[in-house]
């Protein structure tokens, strides 16, 4: 505030100074001005007639005499310019305008060289300040150059009676500079007594202020320890009865409540673990020692396969009562050294500080995959979990947090997707199969993009007399650098990451396209049948699209076949499943369950699902022409389609046994290698053609079979 007065002070001190500068040059001028034309007028008996405006400053000398009559220089001039000078004290001139050279010339001055000599020459000419003004017969009042400086003047333009220009009278007050040589003077002092003051209470303030503010240096310093995570050993001042006092009070609050806070953002609030915060606040510490080389440790990620399921059955209070106990028994396991944390759902990592790190680690994890694989007895009844573990070494497989985490989860996975380990170390192999799913994954994109994915078609032969009854469209990746790439390598890829919901509007896109094409050449080929993913299955606007696929293509929906597996009824309600069913039998499409007896309610779905096709999976077929056990169970299952209404399709016929097995048993068409592997659409004509021309040579290779 000291400061802000002393500058608002001197501000305004100054401002009226120079206001006041101002105007009393103004007043000088003016009156400078005034007194010059009075003087010159009634110098010469009213030879010149002033002329004022509003506020009485002369804007002109208008001469009385004859047009065109010169002004020249006479010695009564001279005396009425001297006069003129001392009067106003400054400067006074007379000029007479020059046509021949459009100047204003000197012929009258104040000025005096100190020797006694005539003054030299001075015109006013075009450039100078008051030449515009003069020359349009306009006074001129403003700052005028004179050898390198500048004069405060007044120019009176002198007309002749008819207004034409004929000279200027000129008068000034002094020096520019000089005039303003008190507003300088108190500009300094004023600045000089401003920094005095100024310093003065720097010094002052700086001192008190030093002295006061000791006590929130210290609370500063306790306060830097707070928010560093340290708890300090007591809060200074509380005893004061001042400010000083109600802060110290306020830390020693804060400091409880950092208590309070540093439990709830570090502590799982269902198990009492460690948070996924304190998860990586303490693998973070850990790297950082183990940087030193003298410090190692095993970390173990741990989660539950299935653990939704207990959630959905028993509801998530149960759950919830089963991750406590889990904890519990990990705990129990692994000692108060690790450090145990749940980061998510069902996910806990563990972090082991231990040198020996392989076989420790492998000896923890195999107790707690004994001890969780122990059923939790609940009031709700007794449930199991299925535990998987991942296992990094550090620092050897991770130098930070971030990249342990990833790979302790890539041995997780690749433990939950074995078959036979239920722990697995992180091993380079590892981290290679999931650069390459990410490569693949990059590449699937832009191959849905350019177009690289091409559809072939595999022929549905009806056995009895080898009539096609359909053509199932399989998707094909020919890749310039790495030749074909097979469905089962990229199809899993596209399922994990949701491609599969591009991928499958691609094929629908390009099967329905080419089967429009078809029709339109005359070539009977029944339907072409199209794989539907779960994903794509349960999009709400999935009926949808296949009635705008059919539109955009002009094809009539019986020709197009939607194939589905079991797998698209898992996870989905039965009602929602009904409804999406039932949309696609107004559509009008066929619906057929793809791989049949391969899972394990698939009576149960034809019996309540709408469907028209019943395609019997492989592993029913393969080798039943020579056991015939195997064949009276394909025979009892083709029997059950033909009793439900069903068109049914045997797959994978490659021998003629297994063809001859599908047409005596009557089967309304069957696909294989025997008949055709999947071609490209150019191709399909031809492969059953060529099928069809070796009836006479298969027909007489069953006869001697049977003979």
């Keep these: 505030m000291v400061l802000c007065s002393i500058g608002l002070i001197s501000g305004l001190s100054y401002f009226e100074l120079s206001r006041t500068t101002e105007d009393n040059a103004s007043i000088r001028i003016d009156r400078a001005a005034r007194a010059a034309v009075a003087i010159l007028c009634f110098g010469t008996d009213r030879f010149f007639e002033p002329e004022f405006d509003d506020t009485d400053n002369p804007v002109s000398l208008r001469m009385t005499a004859i047009d065109g009559s010169p002004l020249v220089k006479n010695a009564k001039l001279e005396q009425l310019v001297d006069a003129i000078g001392r009067t106003n004290q400054g400067a006074a001139n007379l000029f007479a305008w020059a046509p021949q050279t459009a100047s204003f010339d000197r012929f009258v001055t104040t000025f005096k060289p100190p020797d006694g000599s005539p003054p030299a020459a001075f015109s006013i000419r075009e450039g100078h300040p008051a030449y515009t003004s003069l020359a349009a017969g306009q006074p001129f009042i403003g700052e005028v150059p004179l050898m390198g400086r500048f004069r405060l003047a007044y120019l009176t333009p002198i007309l002749t009676e008819n207004g034409k220009v004929a000279g200027a009278l000129a008068v000034d007050v002094g020096w520019v500079d000089d005039l303003s040589t008190a507003e300088t003077r108190l500009k300094t002092r004023i600045a000089s007594a401003a920094i005095v003051i100024l310093m003065g209470v720097i010094l002052m303030g700086g001192i008190f202020l030093r002295f006061e503010l000791r006590p929130l240096r210290r609370l500063a310093r306790t306060a830097d320890e707070l928010a560093a995570g340290t708890q300090p050993r007591e809060i200074p001042f509380t005893d004061r009865q001042d400010e000083i006092g109600d802060l110290a009070h306020g830390l020693e609050r804060v400091t409880d409540l950092q208590d309070k806070l540093q439990k709830l953002a570090y502590t799982d609030p ?129 130098h930070d947090a971030e990249t342990a985490h990833r790979v302790a989860g890539l041995a997780l996975r690749a433990a939950k997707e074995s078959k036979s380990a239920r722990h697995i170390f992180f091993s380079a192999p590892l981290n290679e199969r999931v650069q390459t799913d990410m490569l693949l994954e990059t590449l699937l994109r832009t191959a849905l993009k350019t177009g690289q994915l ?254």
């Excluded at 850990?286 to 173990?300: E, M």
């Excluded at 629908?508 to 089967?515: D, P, S, V």
């Excluded at 078809?518 to 070539?523: C, K, L, M, R």
């Excluded at 097995?661 to 492969?687: I, K, Y």
């Design 270 to 398: 269902v198990t009492t673990a460690g948070n996924r915060a304190r998860y990586f606040s303490d693998l973070n510490k850990a790297l950082k020692r183990a940087k030193d080389g003298t410090f190692r440790a095993s970390l173990i990620h741990l989660d539950f396969n299935g653990f939704a399921k207990i959630n959905d059955t028993f509801g998530q209070q149960v759950g919830n009562r089963v991750l406590l106990q889990a904890y519990a028994r990990l705990a129990k396991i692994f000692g108060p050294s690790a450090q145990i944390a749940r980061i998510s759902a069902d996910d806990f990592c563990i972090l082991l500080p231990f040198d020996a790190q392989g076989a420790i680690a492998e000896d923890y994890a195999i107790q707690a995959i004994e001890l969780l694989s122990v059923p939790f007895h609940m009031e709700e009844g007794e449930i199991r979990v299925e535990p998987s573990i991942g296992i990094a070494l550090l620092p050897q497989d991770a």
């Design 454 to 707: 091409e559809l072939h078609y595999q022929p549905q032969i009806c056995p009895a007399d080898d009539r096609l009854v359909g053509l199932e469209a399989l998707i094909r990746w020919p890749n310039e650098k790495r030749g074909h790439i097979p469905p089962a390598e990229f199809i899993p890829i596209a399922e994990k990451t949701g491609l599969i919901l591009e991928l499958g509007q691609y094929v629908l896109e390009r099967a329905c396209k080419q089967a429009a094409e078809w029709q339109q050449a005359g070539f009977e080929f029944g339907q072409v049948s199209v794989n539907v993913s779960p994903l794509q299955f349960r999009q709400p606007s999935f009926a949808a699209t296949v009635r705008q696929m059919l539109a955009a293509h002009r094809l009539p929906a019986q020709m197009l076949c939607l194939e589905l597996t079991e797998n698209v009824f898992v996870d989905t309600g039965e009602q929602m499943v009904l409804d999406i069913l039932s949309e696609l039998q107004q559509i009008g499409v066929q619906l057929s369950l793809d791989d049949f007896g391969s899972g394990y309610s698939s009576l149960i779905y034809l019996h309540r699902l709408p469907f028209q096709e019943l395609k019997i999976d492989r592993a029913f077929l393969a080798g039943a022409d020579r056991d015939p056990q195997k064949e009276q169970l394909f025979q009892a299952i083709v029997g059950l389609g033909r009793s439900l209404g069903l068109r049914v399709i045997a797959e994978g016929a490659e021998t003629p046994g297994e063809y001859a097995l599908t047409a005596a048993h009557g089967c309304d068409g069957m696909q294989g290698f025997f008949c055709s592997p999947a071609v490209a659409a150019q191709d399909v004509r031809e492969c059953i053609d060529a099928f069809r021309k070796s009836r006479p040579a298969r027909s007489a290779t069953m006869e001697k079979k049977r003979a």
